[in-house]
């Protein structure tokens, strides 16, 4: 067989998207599948963000556009992360690319070296392609562990202790997939205390649910004094705006704007014209429908969080942000017999009709985390209810 390299080979996957196929594959045989496994909005792209996007068409806006952006877009970008962060943006600043995803990549190839050693600090459980895109690109990854005694915030004494010269990137990701945690700005303050002594060391600020805070306010690390410089800001309209399908993502940050656009010229030419122009009046139009998907995410939260809470050996903390819930499952799994997530995983699948992801498609489970549960709650209440309505059946059945 003709050989396929190392780093493709250890490359990760995106769980949703298998689970997502399975759901598919049963679906079609006939199945009734409820799932919480998806991370993305239920609902269809504003009307308003739509007609944009077919004006540009028609206004003939097909070609390639600038491997950093259109104009309009990046001065649109900048001045939000602007005026939501309370910082200073300029649209020179700014990247856009296909989606928030691609910078993961692009970070970490412009902040490390391969074979020098270069460590990345990244949350677990965190984003799955954190993890995948360090080791693809030949860094060192670093899990911190975000634990529930600490409603999984980090734990800062961890952080201090793994920081070493070799450090380069440090990923935060808030609200957080998958444990819905907002870090508050008390805890982004003190780990900006603990970073200052490595000048080496870039943020990457994954804030792509930065708008979807259901409690308090949401804070990024760049507005922390002293951090703007090395922080990378990543956000995007795929959440926000239900428009996960079009790929649209932004990053901020002054020294490596050039060198992501660089990157870009060098992977996809530039993102979208279309959808550029789609991100534009996702921005500067007006934001009732985003308001209105907002309060039913904050309501949906609410019911599952209550419901999830309601049934015997599962205990569910309150996410603050993002349409995540991550129960914890532990005594579950002791009472029906599962030997962790992953079983318990299969089984509400199979026997229950319900789709969710599991603990380790996070990443290893933190050593006395016990074993946890990923639920989407971007999915219609009366959704809600069945599932949680088949998980207790379930429970039942399994128990006897
Ligand atoms: C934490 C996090 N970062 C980035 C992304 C990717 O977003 P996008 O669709 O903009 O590429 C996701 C999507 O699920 C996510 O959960």
């Known amino acids: 067989m003709l050989p396929i390299s190392r780093r493709t080979q250890s490359l990760g996957t995106e769980h949703a998207f298998v689970v997502l196929a399975e759901v598919n594959k049963l679906t079609d045989e006939g199945r009734s599948i409820i799932s919480f496994a998806i991370g993305q909005p239920d609902f269809v792209t504003p009307g308003h963000i739509m007609d944009a996007a077919k004006t540009a068409m028609d206004a003939g806006h097909t070609g ?6 259109i104009p309009e877009l990046r001065s649109a970008v900048a001045e939000y992360l602007a005026s939501t962060r309370g910082i200073k943006v300029a649209a020179k600043d700014v990247t856009v690319a296909n989606g928030a995803k691609p910078f993961i990549q692009y970070a970490i190839l412009a902040t490390t070296d391969y074979g020098e050693g270069h460590e990345i600090l990244y949350p677990t459980p965190g984003f799955p392609i954190y993890e995948s895109q360090i080791a693809a690109s030949g ?3 670093v899990p911190l562990p975000l634990l529930e005694r600490e409603s999984y915030s980090f734990d800062l004494n961890f952080l201090q202790d793994r920081l070493s010269p070799r450090s380069r990137l440090l990923i935060l990701n808030s609200p957080h997939n998958p444990t819905g945690r907002t870090l508050l700005k008390e805890e982004l303050e003190k780990i900006a205390e603990i ?16 708008q979807m805070v259901h409690d308090g306010e949401f804070v990024s690390i760049a507005s922390i004094q002293g951090m703007t410089e090395r922080t990378i800001i990543v956000d ?12 649209l993502g932004y990053a901020a940050n002054s020294t490596l704007a050039p060198y992501f656009s660089t990157w870009i010229t060098n992977t996809d030419s530039c993102a979208g014209s279309i959808t550029q122009w789609a991100g534009v009046e996702s921005l500067t139009g007006p934001q009732d429908e985003h308001r209105r998907m907002m309060k039913s995410f904050t309501e949906r939260r609410n019911l599952i969080v209550e419901g999830l809470n309601q049934l015997e050996g599962v205990r569910a903390l309150k996410p603050g942000g993002a349409f995540y819930v991550w129960p914890n499952v532990s005594e579950l799994c002791r009472m029906t017999g599962a030997e962790n997530a992953e079983d318990l995983r299969r089984r509400w699948l199979y026997e229950a009709g319900v789709a969710v992801l599991a603990d380790r498609q996070f990443g290893t489970p933190p050593a006395g985390e016990g074993h946890h549960i990923r639920f989407s709650y971007a999915t219609s209440e009366d959704n809600i209810r069945e599932g949680l309505e088949r998980i207790r059946h379930w429970i039942v059945q399994a128990k006897s």
């Open 64 to 69: 390639y556009t600038a491997s950093a952006g």
């Open 139 to 141: 860094a060192v990854g």
């Open 195 to 210: 970073v200052a002594p490595y000048p080496d060391l870039w943020i990457f600020s994954d804030e792509i649910y930065s």
């Open 236 to 247: 995007g309209a795929s959440k926000s705006y239900a428009m996960t399908g079009w790929r």
